[in-house]
Nanobody, 119 residues
Framework: VQLQASGGGLVQTGGSLRLSCAASVHTPYNMGWFRQAPGKEREIVSAVSWNGGLLYYADSVKGRFTISRDNAKNTVYLNMNSLKPEDTAVYYC???????????????WGQGTQVTVSS
């Protein structure tokens, strides 16, 4: 499975971005978005089960970010609103055979897309 993340960019505080993650195959994987800021560990941002029935958000993004998926398009989205400078990081999408929040249990990773929020 190959994952292609896109949609990152430079935005001002309070702005919005929509990240997309396109998978190369039509497989019902559980999907997650992670981020890694310079000098920090990779952390879970949000996760969605293969059928969209289970959702997870990190406390830091609850109420601001929304994860969704379109299995017909093999694509997962992360809508990010009210962005803050602390959201600045490289964002990665990943696919897992199980629904999990742990990066170590994800089987496939995209290449990452940079999100920069200016103050």
């Amino acid at each position: 499975v190959q994952l292609q993340a896109s949609g990152g960019g430079l935005v001002q505080t309070g702005g919005s971005l929509r990240l997309s993650c396109a998978a190369s195959v039509h497989t019902p994987y559980n999907m997650g978005w992670f981020r890694q800021a310079p000098g920090k560990e990779r952390e879970i941002v949000s996760a969605v089960s293969w059928n969209g029935g289970l959702l997870y958000y990190a406390d830091s993004v609850k109420g601001r970010f929304t994860i969704s998926r379109d299995n017909a398009k093999n694509t997962v989205y992360l809508n990010m609103n009210s962005l803050k400078p602390e959201d600045t990081a490289v964002y990665y999408c990943a696919a897992a055979r199980v629904y999990t929040y742990s990066p170590s249990r994800y089987d496939y990773w995209g290449q990452g897309t940079q999100v920069t929020v200016s103050s």
